[in-house]
Each structure stands twice: as structure tokens, then as C-alpha cells.
């Protein structure tokens, strides 16, 4: 039987030395030989950099920040470190439930783009942190997209994986994305219509003062400016599909 594409695994680090080595032996649990784990640690000062640069499994391989670039640049350099063909977010205190990578590995045997549905621990999620993907075989993107843009689709970094030539595509980065990496990943990948939604959960998050979803309501400017950055993402999503499919054209002619 042939062996699963090569797996890598990109996780944003900061401050996470209570729980990161847990996640990491979560991870390490089901990866092979051939994968890897892209630590990138944002200028921690707890002892998480001292924890990586300890650990001896060749499979994780981490990098140090001279200054800290906050988490959507740090999980865009990350990102940039890949080499597998296909590409896992991860946070760097939740846990991966057994068989996470096998059936994400599966999804994107007809797609670009996977989110799985997830479970919690330790905290309450709010009632917005409990809405759940369902299955969207085609026709769905228009949908997901204005969810999306509403705010009210469980599309979260930590529960996606892709192709590695779709990360291509995404990099770099829109330059005003000052938050919500995963809502501009998940947002290019409805634009190209690459995206499924796989309905068990493949990890659990822990809840925690320290998470960087908001905990409480953010208020009008706040929301008003989010929406206009994801505003300005969809266009840059759609001059990239364009820009892609007139390559594509190009080399065919």
C-alpha cells in the first residue's frame, strides 16, 4: 500500500509552556518518519523557548523570533517554513484526538481546504463556539461565504489542513490582516470553491484566559472594522483565483 503524503504541521508559539508539550506529544503520536512540526515561537519569555530548543525528536524543528510579530504573522512565517504536502494549523495548547491526521489527510483527496468540527476542555465556550460544521459537498460556498463574513461559521485554524499547493496560494498574506488568519484561509478557499467541511471532531480545545478568541462582545467599531478587513479579503481572494486561472490559461496556451 503506498505510504499518505508528508504531513507538516505549523504551530504559532507565545508564553505556552504550561501545555505545549502535551499538544506536541498529541501530534508526535500520528506522525510518521517523513512529517514534521513547524514551531515558530513569537519571543517567548516563560520557558517555552527553552522547552523547544530541549527536545530532541527530529520531526520538530523550531524557530526563534527576534521580535515578537504577533500570531497571524507568526502562523504566516510558519507556514512559509512547510515542506509537506500537506499542511496542518495547530495551536499550541489543545489536544488532537487519535486519528485527526488520517481522516484530514483523507478530505483533501477531493479538496484544498478541510475544517473539522472540534470538542472543548477545562472552560465553557460561548454560544457562538458551539456551532457545528455539516457537510458541504458543492453548491455551499455562497453560503459559508456570507457566514463567513457575518461571524457566524466555526471556521477555526486549529481544525483546518491543506494542500500545500493551496498555502502557496495564500501567502503572503493580505498586508492590513491584523487578526483572523483563518478567516482569510477559509474565505480563499470558498472563493476558489476548494473547501470541505468534514463533521467529526478531530481535537479538542482548551479554553483558557490566555486564548486569543475574544471572551466577551467587542463592540460596533470593533465588529465594523473586522468586517471590512474581511471585506477587503474577499476581493484579494477573488483577484487571486483570477490571477491563478489566468496562469493556468497562459501555460495551456
Not at 491584523?178 to 477559509?186: F, I, R, S
Request: glycine fraction near 6%.
Amino acid at each position: 500500500m503506498p505510504s499518505r503524503p508528508a504531513v507538516s504541521v505549523c504551530m504559532a508559539a507565545y508564553n505556552g509552556v504550561e501545555h505545549i508539550q502535551e499538544q506536541l506529544d498529541s501530534i508526535l503520536d500520528q506522525l510518521d518518519a517523513r512529517d514534521e512540526i513547524i514551531v515558530v515561537d513569537d519571543g517567548s519569555s516563560d520557558g517555552t523557548r527553552e522547552l523547544l530548543s530541549n527536545i530532541k525528536d527530529p520531526r520538530v524543528k523550531s524557530y526563534f523570533n527576534d521580535s515578537n510579530l504577533g500570531y497571524v504573522r507568526n502562523f504566516e512565517k510558519a507556514l512559509g517554513l512547510s515542506s509537506g504536502e500537506i499542511v496542518m494549523l495547530s495551536d499550541q495548547d489543545d489536544i488532537w484526538l487519535p486519528g485527526r491526521v488520517d481522516a484530514l489527510v483523507e478530505s483533501l483527496k477531493s479538496a484544498e481546504a478541510v475544517a473539522s468540527n472540534f470538542s472543548y476542555f477545562e472552560g465553557t465556550p460561548r454560544p457562538i463556539e458551539t456551532l457545528r460544521l455539516k457537510s458541504s459537498p458543492g453548491g455551499k460556498r455562497i453560503s459559508n461565504l456570507l457566514r463567513l463574513w457575518i461571524g457566524i461559521i466555526p471556521y477555526y485554524g486549529c481544525a483546518m489542513a491543506f494542500r500545500a499547493s493551496f498555502v502557496k496560494v495564500s501567502l503572503p498574506f493580505p498586508p492590513y490582516l491584523y487578526e483572523t488568519h483563518d478567516q482569510w484561509l477559509a474565505m480563499l478557499a470558498n472563493v476558489r470553491g476548494t473547501m470541505a467541511h468534514l463533521e467529526r471532531e478531530t481535537l479538542s480545545r482548551r479554553l483558557h484566559a490566555n486564548n486569543t478568541t475574544p471572551k466577551t462582545f467587542r463592540g460596533l467599531k470593533a465588529i465594523a472594522k473586522s468586517r471590512w478587513m474581511l471585506a477587503r479579503a474577499f476581493f484579494e481572494a477573488l483577484r487571486r483565483r483570477r490571477s491563478v486561472n489566468a496562469d493556468i490559461a497562459d501555460r495551456r496556451g
